[in-house]
């Protein structure tokens, strides 16, 4: 069985969401775990998880989706992470991409959650773009853990990122022939610090690259990282599936 660690399951980006669940279940994807980036998306994570079983969600704000970003949110953030399937924090982080960033109200943002997500002693979900170094010395002063989504970073970084608690999320980035350094990173750390992801509807596998992607599609990812650790995709399966269960409470009562 497998579990995807991070999609992003809305009515903006499918037509038939309940086809795309069947179709997890179908391709022996027993968990997916969807996760909020603004308020509205939020939202629609808590109407998600109450309606589909293998629906678990996150909630939290993204770097990049700070612009109507009021200090209400963190209230509400919160006043609704009690619900019982909602088990961290995130989409949260740190991204220095475009040119404009505002990069202190990111920060500042982000340091809010991380506090939210140390007094509720739940693990986050860090989406890290161009900002790895500052990400890694503002997580290591929390007493934190989760996963550094779609990791970009480097095989030394990885390493010091799984040193202070968190674990290292691997999409279908994986399976490109130029992602040199996903694949050294994968190659490098233990299985133990793996969680698959599909990141859906973004960065499909191959075959499907540049298409909408699914969750279904986590086998590809999973199959790729075991071909690079020379192990069988049961043993992935098996593994990041423990793993996934170390970080996140599906058992939340």
């Known amino acids: 069985m497998f579990i995807d660690n991070h999609c992003h399951v809305f009515s903006e980006y499918y037509n038939d969401i309940d086809a795309v669940i069947k179709n997890c279940k179908l391709h022996n994807i027993n968990k997916i775990i969807i996760s909020g980036t603004d308020i509205s998306s939020n939202m629609e994570?808590?109407?998600l998880v109450n309606k589909y079983d293998i629906v678990y969600g996150t909630i939290g704000f993204h770097p990049t989706e700070l612009d109507d970003f009021k200090d209400s949110y963190f209230d509400w953030l919160e006043s609704n992470i009690d619900n019982n399937?909602?088990?961290?924090i995130g989409e949260i982080g740190l991204d220095y991409h475009y040119d404009n960033t505002d990069k202190n109200k990111q920060i500042e943002v982000f340091k809010r959650q991380l506090c939210?997500?140390?007094k509720h002693g739940m693990p986050i979900?860090?989406?890290s773009r161009d900002s790895?170094?500052?990400?890694?010395?503002?997580?290591?002063?929390y007493k934190l853990n989760g996963v550094i989504h779609c990791f970009s970073g480097s095989v030394e970084m990885a390493r010091e990122f799984t040193k202070i608690g968190y674990y290292i999320g691997v999409g279908g980035i994986i399976t490109y022939?130029?992602?040199k350094t996903i694949k050294e990173v994968v190659k490098d750390i233990s299985l133990s610090y793996i969680l698959l992801e599909t990141d859906s509807p973004y960065l499909s596998p191959e075959p499907f690259r540049g298409k909408v992607n699914y969750p279904s599609n986590i086998p590809l990812i999973a199959k790729a990282i075991a071909d690079i650790k020379s192990v069988s995709i049961t043993d992935v399966a098996r593994v990041t599936t423990s793993n996934s269960e170390s970080v996140f409470d599906f058992f939340r009562k």
């Open 45 to 47: 994570v808590l109407e």
């Open 85 to 88: 399937k909602i088990i961290g």
């Open 116 to 118: 939210i997500a140390e």
């Open 125 to 127: 979900i860090v989406h």
């Open 132 to 141: 790895m170094g500052d990400t890694y010395n503002i997580l290591e002063r």
């Open 177 to 179: 022939k130029n992602a």
